[in-house]
């Protein structure tokens, strides 16, 4: 039997996500990065799906919904790289944090994405959990690090077009953090905070 909470959380996230790529594809595709925002609402709208399918069907498989998290990831830093990238042109110093968090971010997702794409082919576990949770929780520091660097490096005339963007931003990863460091202290997810997350993921869209 699945969680209805759950169901409807992650559906409506899936849903709002729908949307917000049809608006980005239909007015919003001058910039490089409205482009990468594109993509990453892309694949946040197949992670959130997946969730749902899993709760109605049992499918995808664990290994397949932790693959589409962790591109879902790798998408959110995209765009925050993108953004910092617009933001340091003339600071040399934010130029060399950029390629450093851009760096220490893309290593832990490519690590972590390559042991668990391993063992679904091997079929052997590589990673124990408490690893995965330990990876996920730095992927959410590095995030909330690059959020910080967009703002402090951003001109002041500039602030305001990214504002409500990286609030969201900052909400996905803040959220993602404290979810992780309380399984992390507790031994496993809460369900509360997992089912919860869809919908603070759905909250997120229209900023």
Request: glycine residues 6%.
């Amino acid at each position: 039997m699945f969680n209805e909470f759950g169901l409807i959380s992650y559906a409506a996230a899936s849903l709002a996500f729908l949307l917000l790529g049809g608006l980005i594809l239909t007015r919003y595709l001058r910039r490089t990065s409205d482009r990468v925002l594109l993509l990453s609402v892309i694949i946040s709208f197949f992670w959130a799906g997946s969730l749902v399918t899993q709760q109605i069907w049992g499918e995808p498989s664990f290994i397949i919904r932790y693959l589409l998290e962790l591109l879902r990831d790798a998408g959110w830093v995209i765009v925050l790289l993108a953004l910092l990238r617009s933001a340091d042109r003339h600071r040399m110093e934010a130029h060399r944090t950029r390629r450093l968090l851009g760096f220490l971010t893309f290593s832990v997702i490519f690590v972590l994405f390559t042991l668990a794409a391993l063992e679904s082919l091997l079929n052997i576990p590589l990673v124990s959990g408490k690893l995965k949770i330990v990876g996920q929780i730095s992927l959410s520091l590095l995030g909330i690090c690059l959020v910080e660097q967009i703002w402090r490096n951003s001109v002041q005339s500039s602030r305001s077009s990214i504002r409500y963007l990286c609030i969201g931003i900052l909400t996905l990863f803040a959220y993602d953090f404290f979810m992780y460091t309380d399984a992390l202290l507790f031994g496993k997810i809460s369900s509360g905070f997992w089912d919860a997350r869809g919908a603070v993921n759905t909250v997120i869209v229209p900023l």
